[in-house]
């Protein structure tokens, strides 16, 4: 298991205004044992939004701040990379702590996935992850550290714990995941144009209109053959100071 998910293809996104951060991630996650090949991320900063609006990307209507487009534009090229190579790939964003043992967990958590759409392996703590426990009933679950400091993301990864495989409802933080090529063609179609469609997130909770690719994705999880590994093997601090997105906060706020 171990052997056949170091064949599949690997992909960091950084920018190259932030060469600090790829630094970062390669130095944190040396032990791991992957070979992850950066990907240049689409800075959305230098987005044309009228461009994009004709290619089909977003619609005229959306309300996305820049970085959040520049995100989801990132993650879109390489499912259509996945697509293109027939191959699953993973994804890791540029400030992901992997734990010690990813290899493993991650292999063995793809063993039992089978025929996976996607399957994320961490998700951001300041908001709730609804996974499915049984048919019919679904689980919300929120979190007591929503910004893990240095020490508490240097004790993430040292941790051993054998993670569960749940059906995925709804989350936020696409850190690290691997995605199949019929998820990524699923997704693609799901998910742009990026619009401002309202996010049922789970049931009781009150809508939200899609602000960035995550709102889009928790529109798709329950049409898809989509899980999440709970507890996490990937972790990102989602410091908001130092986002390249404009942050979930600032999203909500928009």
């Known amino acids: ?3 056949a998910l170091k064949t599949l293809p690997a992909f960091v996104i950084s920018l190259s205004r932030t060469p600090a951060r790829l630094a970062a991630f390669r130095t944190l996650n040396a032990q791991i044992g992957l070979d992850i090949e950066h990907f240049e991320g689409t800075d959305g900063q230098r987005i044309q ?3 994009l609006v004709k290619w089909g990307k977003i619609t005229e209507t959306a309300n996305y701040k820049p970085g959040m487009i520049g995100s989801a534009l990132s993650h879109g090229a390489l499912w ?9 790939i993973l994804v890791f964003e540029d400030d992901v702590r992997l734990r010690r043992d990813f290899v493993a967990q991650a292999a063995a958590l793809l063993a039992e996935a089978g025929d996976f759409d996607i399957v994320m392996f961490g998700f951001n703590t300041d908001h ?12 919300l679950v929120s979190f007591s550290l929503p910004y893990p ?44 144009p990026l ?27 329950r049409k898809l053959d989509a ?18 997105t404009g942050g979930i906060a600032a999203g909500m706020k928009a």
Not at 80 to 88: C, H, L, N, Q, R
Not at 157 to 180: D, H, K, N, Q, V
């Open 227 to 244: 899980y999440i590994a709970f507890p996490p093997i990937a972790l990102s601090p989602n410091d908001q100071k130092a986002t390249t």
């Open 49 to 51: 939004l009228h461009k």
């Open 149 to 192: 400091k240095p020490e508490q993301m240097e004790a993430f990864a040292g941790a051993t714990e054998r993670p569960a495989l749940l059906p995925l409802r709804g989350m936020f933080g696409g850190c690290a995941y691997a995605i199949s090529p019929k998820g990524a063609a699923a997704l693609l179609k799901a998910c742009f």
């Open 1 to 3: 298991m171990i052997a």
């Open 128 to 139: 709730p992850v609804c996974a499915g426990l049984f048919p019919g009933c679904d689980g």
């Open 80 to 88: 259509e990379k996945a697509v293109e190579i027939g191959s699953p």
């Open 195 to 221: 619009d401002s469609r309202p996010v049922q997130f789970s049931e009781g909770m009150r809508p939200f209109p899609a602000f960035s690719l995550n709102g889009m994705m928790n529109t798709a999880y």
